[in-house]
């Protein structure tokens, strides 16, 4: 079993960036698909990005698309999620989590097994 904690949340201006990191317990995070999802106060917790470990295969929802950047690093154990142009509207508590997801189920919440504590951004305007 693999073990998420995330980092990197805060508060942040409109326009601005932050970088949440996703550090994995042991190297057994390198077989699975690592994604980051949100939930803001009385929404359904969405898909916001993912990348395969293996092949580096990367999934955006299209609300992020060309504002966020995912990526891994092998050495830590640790995927990334550089947020830039920062709206009001990205304030949520962001997940990482981890799974056997194949390239079709990316996106799906119920492809991830292993989940995170979350962290928190706000965004203000």
């Known amino acids: 079993q693999v073990r998420l904690v995330e980092s990197g949340g805060g508060t942040v201006q409109a326009g601005g960036s932050l970088r949440l990191s996703c550090a994995a317990s042991d190297r057994t995070v390198r077989t699975y698909t690592v994604g980051w999802f949100r939930q803001a106060p009385g929404k359904e917790r969405e898909f916001v990005s993912a990348?395969?470990?293996?092949?580096?295969?990367?999934r955006y929802a299209d609300s992020v698309k060309g504002r966020f950047t995912i990526s891994k690093d092998n050495a830590r154990n640790t995927v990334y999620l550089q947020m830039n142009s920062l709206k009001p509207e990205d304030s949520a508590v962001y997940y990482c989590?981890?799974?056997?997801?194949?390239?079709?189920?990316?996106?799906?919440?119920?492809?991830?097994?292993?989940w995170g504590q979350g962290t928190q951004v706000t965004v203000s305007s």
């Open positions: 989590a981890a799974g056997s997801a194949i390239l079709s189920t990316m996106m799906a919440r119920n492809a991830y097994n292993y």
């Open positions: 990348i395969r470990w293996s092949g580096g295969t990367t």
